[in-house]
């Protein structure tokens, strides 16, 4: 039903075609110079539904829908009677906040619309918000992207972000929060900041190597801070195990023979009764998984058939299963995300190699800037629109 009303409300907004223009690296989606508007909340039935706009006819946009229509104070909520802005019809009596940017999660005007969560409610408002002139839907993750490209959150707390939203466990809550609240980004900062100074001093002795004024002993002083960088990124990279473990989740294949209690053990541990138990050999015959919170941490449990040779072809293909599922239990590619983290954090740990096993100064320089480069691409995207896309399509709609 959901997804239904938001196309009939899209094709309401659209009107005739609107030009494209793709920006550079850190740019918004695509239209982004349009107001756009979208369900934030949960979707379904619920007590309370948020709406959200942002761009710069949010402010048009709150003046449309409510009686009175001069703006509310600034980040105060207001009740206001919500009307169509064609027909005068009231929608609602909902509660509504104005944040002017750049003082705003997008840093641009935005709206919000706090409506009672019935879908007669939502559909009414959302269909009088596309009715309103420089308005649009959103699309997936683009309120996220424009903070992003308004500086109003790094590309790693975006990500942080992201992992909060599909948080299931309180130790993946934990490490989102932590990531979203800077800490990674702070720690990519404090280092590229190091290899800043380091790149600073190497240049300076390229062009006043000959000159008295230079400090001595300052190429020593870089190797020293190149040498404790490499520390702590290769510390960083062998507990980024972890926490990539943390967030997609451990595959744990039980396995054994017939009646060595692996179906009390995985509904002990689900706290359901998710396999049958019983005391004739061969009672399960299929791979039954099901997801579960261990202190915090995902798991997903797959009860096998026991191993033994099978009565029958049904029992056979059982234990044909189970062997394969203990042969490679994975659940799947490392997620993007934390494979970009990676990626760029070896690649700058490889350019500090390139800098130790450098012959010449100019080639350790450009080892240099190489490293500041992985690091400035963990925090900025890099200049990769491609990349942005894929982190971002990751968002809901109204995200």
């Not at 009686?67 to 980040?75: E, H, K, T, V, Y």
């Not at 290899?195 to 600073?200: E, M, V």
């Amino acid at each position: 039903m959901w997804r239904g009303l938001w196309t009939l409300v899209s094709r309401a907004a659209r009107g005739p075609c609107r030009p494209c223009t793709r920006q550079g690296s850190g740019a918004p989606a695509p239209g982004s110079g349009a107001t756009i508007f979208a369900l934030s909340s949960g979707q379904g039935r619920c007590g309370i539904a948020v709406i959200r706009t942002s761009g710069p006819a949010s402010g048009h946009a709150l003046r449309s829908l409510t009686a009175p229509r001069d703006l509310p104070r600034a980040r105060s909520a207001c009740l206001r009677l919500l009307i169509d802005p064609l027909s005068g019809e009231p929608l609602d009596r909902a509660l509504v906040l104005w944040f002017p940017g750049p003082q705003s999660f997008t840093g641009e005007d935005c709206a919000e619309f706090h409506v009672h969560g019935g879908p007669a409610v939502v559909s009414g408002v959302l269909q009088a918000l596309g009715r309103v002139p420089g308005l649009r839907p959103a699309e997936a993750g683009e309120f996220t992207r424009r903070a992003f490209a308004n500086g109003k959150l790094s590309l790693t707390e975006v990500e942080g972000l992201a992992d909060l939203i599909h948080a299931e466990t309180e130790a993946q809550r934990r490490q989102a929060l932590r990531q979203l609240d800077g800490e990674l980004g702070d720690l990519c900062c404090g280092w590229a900041e190091t290899l800043t100074k380091a790149l600073a001093h190497v240049e300076a002795y390229i062009d006043f190597g000959e000159d008295d004024n230079l400090e001595e002993g300052i190429l020593e002083r870089v190797d020293s801070q190149v040498r404790e960088l490499e520390v702590a990124l290769d510390t960083h990279l062998r507990d980024a195990r972890r926490g990539q473990r943390l967030r997609s989740g451990a595959h744990v294949v039980v396995t054994g023979p017939p009646n060595a209690g692996k179906s009390s053990l995985v509904n002990l541990l689900s706290r359901k009764p998710v396999s049958i138990v019983s005391p004739e050999p061969g009672t399960t015959r299929d791979v039954l998984e099901t997801p579960v919170d261990l202190a915090g941490f995902p798991a997903l449990l797959s009860d096998t058939a026991g191993l033994r040779e099978g009565k029958g072809p049904v029992e056979q293909e059982g234990v044909r299963r189970a062997r394969e599922r203990c042969g490679d239990p994975s659940t799947g590619p490392p997620l993007l995300t934390r494979a970009r983290h990676q990626h760029h954090l070896q690649g700058c740990l490889d350019a500090l190699g390139h800098y130790k096993q450098a012959k010449d100064v100019a080639l350790a320089a450009e080892a240099l800037r190489i490293a500041r480069g992985h690091l400035a691409c963990l925090t900025s995207g890099g200049g990769t629109e491609e990349i942005l896309d894929i982190i971002f399509q990751d968002f809901c709609v109204g995200k």
